[in-house]
Protein backbone atom coordinates (compact mmCIF):
# COMPACT_ATOMS: atom_id res chain seq x y z
CA UNK A 1 0.00 0.00 0.00
CA UNK A 2 2.70 2.18 0.46
CA UNK A 3 4.63 1.72 -2.43
CA UNK A 4 1.49 2.56 -4.57
CA UNK A 5 1.57 6.07 -2.55
CA UNK A 6 4.68 6.93 -3.46
CA UNK A 7 4.01 5.84 -7.11
CA UNK A 8 0.61 7.27 -7.43
CA UNK A 9 1.47 10.78 -6.15
CA UNK A 10 4.21 11.40 -8.68
CA UNK A 11 2.01 10.19 -11.66
CA UNK A 12 -0.43 12.77 -10.34
CA UNK A 13 1.53 15.34 -10.50
CA UNK A 14 2.67 14.85 -13.63
CA UNK A 15 -0.68 14.14 -15.15
CA UNK A 16 -2.72 16.87 -13.86
CA UNK A 17 0.11 19.48 -12.96
CA UNK A 18 1.95 19.80 -15.92
CA UNK A 19 1.27 22.50 -18.04
CA UNK A 20 -0.99 22.58 -21.09
CA UNK A 21 1.02 22.90 -24.00
CA UNK A 22 -1.96 23.83 -26.58
CA UNK A 23 -1.04 25.37 -29.96
CA UNK A 24 -3.17 28.52 -29.78
CA UNK A 25 -1.97 29.98 -33.75
CA UNK A 26 -2.81 33.36 -35.33
CA UNK A 27 -3.58 33.78 -38.96
CA UNK A 28 -1.96 37.27 -39.63
CA UNK A 29 -2.16 39.20 -42.66
CA UNK A 30 -0.16 42.47 -44.06
CA UNK A 31 -1.52 45.97 -42.30
CA UNK A 32 -2.62 46.99 -46.02
CA UNK A 33 -4.26 43.84 -46.39
CA UNK A 34 -8.10 45.06 -46.22
CA UNK A 35 -9.26 41.47 -45.33
CA UNK A 36 -10.43 40.76 -41.90
CA UNK A 37 -12.46 37.38 -42.41
CA UNK A 38 -11.40 34.36 -44.14
CA UNK A 39 -13.39 30.90 -44.18
CA UNK A 40 -11.75 27.93 -43.21
CA UNK A 41 -11.64 26.48 -46.88
CA UNK A 42 -10.73 29.64 -48.30
CA UNK A 43 -7.59 29.21 -46.35
CA UNK A 44 -6.97 26.05 -46.78
CA UNK A 45 -6.86 27.21 -50.48
CA UNK A 46 -4.51 29.76 -50.52
CA UNK A 47 -2.42 27.70 -47.93
CA UNK A 48 -2.44 25.06 -50.96
CA UNK A 49 -1.85 27.77 -53.36
CA UNK A 50 -5.17 26.95 -54.98
CA UNK A 51 -6.07 30.83 -54.88
CA UNK A 52 -2.76 32.38 -55.97
CA UNK A 53 -4.64 36.64 -55.22
CA UNK A 54 -6.38 38.35 -52.92
CA UNK A 55 -9.46 40.20 -53.69
CA UNK A 56 -7.65 43.77 -54.25
CA UNK A 57 -5.41 41.55 -57.09
CA UNK A 58 -2.00 41.64 -54.92
CA UNK A 59 0.20 38.10 -54.88
CA UNK A 60 -0.20 35.68 -52.18
CA UNK A 61 2.74 34.68 -50.47
CA UNK A 62 2.62 32.02 -47.91
CA UNK A 63 5.31 32.04 -44.67
CA UNK A 64 5.70 29.03 -43.04
CA UNK A 65 8.31 27.92 -40.50
CA UNK A 66 10.72 25.82 -41.26
CA UNK A 67 10.07 23.52 -38.39
CA UNK A 68 7.27 23.99 -35.93
CA UNK A 69 5.05 21.25 -34.99
CA UNK A 70 2.37 23.82 -33.70
CA UNK A 71 1.80 25.15 -36.98
CA UNK A 72 2.16 21.47 -38.84
CA UNK A 73 -0.41 20.33 -35.99
CA UNK A 74 -2.51 23.58 -37.10
CA UNK A 75 -2.46 22.81 -41.34
CA UNK A 76 -2.98 19.18 -40.53
CA UNK A 77 -6.22 20.31 -38.24
CA UNK A 78 -7.51 23.22 -40.00
CA UNK A 79 -6.40 22.69 -44.17
CA UNK A 80 -6.21 19.03 -43.76
CA UNK A 81 -2.84 18.61 -45.18
CA UNK A 82 0.07 16.92 -43.33
CA UNK A 83 3.67 17.04 -43.39
CA UNK A 84 4.94 15.00 -46.42
CA UNK A 85 2.29 17.15 -48.29
CA UNK A 86 3.53 20.38 -46.84
CA UNK A 87 6.95 19.57 -47.75
CA UNK A 88 5.94 18.51 -51.40
CA UNK A 89 3.91 21.58 -51.77
CA UNK A 90 6.99 23.68 -50.55
CA UNK A 91 9.00 22.28 -52.63
CA UNK A 92 6.47 22.70 -55.86
CA UNK A 93 5.75 26.32 -54.86
CA UNK A 94 9.00 27.83 -53.91
CA UNK A 95 8.29 31.21 -55.24
CA UNK A 96 5.09 31.91 -53.15
CA UNK A 97 6.11 30.52 -49.78
CA UNK A 98 9.00 31.43 -47.97
CA UNK A 99 10.17 29.28 -45.10
CA UNK A 100 11.50 31.05 -41.81
CA UNK A 101 12.88 30.21 -38.95
CA UNK A 102 10.87 31.78 -36.18
CA UNK A 103 7.04 33.70 -35.14
CA UNK A 104 9.33 37.05 -35.38
CA UNK A 105 10.74 36.18 -38.57
CA UNK A 106 7.13 35.11 -40.14
CA UNK A 107 5.80 38.75 -38.48
CA UNK A 108 8.76 40.31 -40.27
CA UNK A 109 8.14 38.86 -44.14
CA UNK A 110 3.99 39.77 -43.42
CA UNK A 111 4.91 43.09 -42.52
CA UNK A 112 7.37 43.77 -45.51
CA UNK A 113 5.20 41.72 -48.23
CA UNK A 114 1.74 43.25 -48.79
CA UNK A 115 0.39 39.55 -50.36
CA UNK A 116 1.63 37.43 -47.43
CA UNK A 117 -0.13 35.42 -45.12
CA UNK A 118 1.56 33.99 -42.11
CA UNK A 119 0.63 31.52 -38.77
CA UNK A 120 2.27 32.48 -35.68
CA UNK A 121 1.51 31.73 -31.94
CA UNK A 122 -0.81 34.07 -30.53
CA UNK A 123 1.93 35.41 -27.95
CA UNK A 124 3.64 36.57 -30.87
CA UNK A 125 0.99 38.89 -32.22
CA UNK A 126 2.08 42.90 -32.03
CA UNK A 127 0.87 46.06 -34.00
CA UNK A 128 2.55 45.49 -37.02
CA UNK A 129 0.29 43.26 -38.61
CA UNK A 130 -3.44 42.46 -39.16
CA UNK A 131 -4.99 39.39 -37.08
CA UNK A 132 -7.58 37.81 -39.66
CA UNK A 133 -10.77 35.87 -38.41
CA UNK A 134 -11.39 32.69 -39.47
CA UNK A 135 -14.89 31.79 -40.02
CA UNK A 136 -15.80 35.23 -38.16
CA UNK A 137 -13.63 34.07 -34.91
CA UNK A 138 -10.67 35.61 -33.80
CA UNK A 139 -7.69 33.65 -31.55
CA UNK A 140 -9.11 32.66 -28.37
CA UNK A 141 -12.71 32.49 -29.30
CA UNK A 142 -14.61 29.15 -28.78
CA UNK A 143 -14.29 27.71 -32.18
CA UNK A 144 -11.51 29.25 -33.49
CA UNK A 145 -10.31 27.34 -35.88
CA UNK A 146 -6.83 27.79 -36.09
CA UNK A 147 -5.83 25.70 -32.94
Not at 48 to 61: A, C, N, S
Not at 78 to 86: D, F, P, R, S, W
Not at 110 to 120: C, E, F
Amino acid sequence: MRFLRRVTLPIFLLTFLTPCFGHHMAVVVNKENSVGNLTAVHFGKMIRLEVKKWPDGKTITVVLHKDSAGEIETLEHLVKINAVELKALEAAHKESIVLVDSDADVLKMVQSMPGAIGLVELHSVDNTINVVRVDGKLPMESGYLPH
